[in-house]
């Protein structure tokens, strides 16, 4: 089954709680989570619209952000901004000069997010939201042309922390199957996947 969307980074939320290094600490207790180096990132969806045919879109993640915590036996998944890679349809789908979309920024509110899992070195955790996408297209002569805010229907936003002697990683995985997000006669994307994993920090909640 195909999957999107989404995450990127989980950074330890600002003003949220006071905390310090967990260490080989139990992930079942209250902990902010900061994800560093991305190890691996595949972002993927069909795009089509005004175009004869759809088209296979390979993009990256720049910067992703995303802030998780947890606490009481409860997650809270605090923010989402995934700035993505342009998209180019070619000139082959879209006749005669092809798409460009730019400024494709993927986010969320902060939403309450549920605990699936959680042991000494592994922790699970979903969200059920909508996500928003901002972006522009290019026009003829250069200049961007913003679509303006289209969301999903809620989806599941799945984040898996795991340590495995002194390394943590974090991964995040999300679907949208069917439509994601569409602008009538402009463009629509649909089918998507979405897979991070980075390197991850632990700090314990005070």
Request: include cysteine; proline fraction near 5%; charge should be negative.
């Amino acid at each position: 089954m195909k999957r999107l969307f989404l995450l990127g980074c989980v950074v330890a939320v600002t003003g949220c709680a006071e905390g310090h290094p967990a260490g080989n600490d139990s992930l079942t207790q209250p902990v902010a989570v900061a994800t560093s180096t991305v190890a691996a990132s595949d972002v993927s969806f069909t795009i089509e619209g005004g175009f004869a045919r759809a088209t296979q879109v390979a993009m990256t993640i720049n910067q992703p952000i995303v802030k998780l915590h947890t606490s009481d036996g409860r997650a809270m998944l605090d923010a989402i901004s995934l700035p993505l890679g342009d998209v180019n349809v070619p000139a082959s789908a879209l006749p005669p000069h092809g798409l460009t979309l730019k400024n494709l920024v993927v986010s969320a509110p902060a939403t309450r997010a549920e605990i699936m899992h959680d042991q000494a070195d592994a922790l699970e955790v979903r969200a059920t939201m909508p996500l928003a996408l901002d972006w522009s297209v290019v026009l003829d002569d250069g200049s961007l042309y913003p679509l303006g805010t289209v969301h999903t229907n809620p989806i599941n936003v799945d984040i898996t922390v795991s340590r495995v002697g002194a390394s943590t990683t974090a991964t995040v995985q999300a679907a949208c199957i069917g439509t994601c997000w569409a602008v009538d006669g402009v463009a629509k994307l649909s089918d998507g996947a979405v897979y991070l994993e980075a390197a991850a920090d632990v700090t314990v909640a005070e």
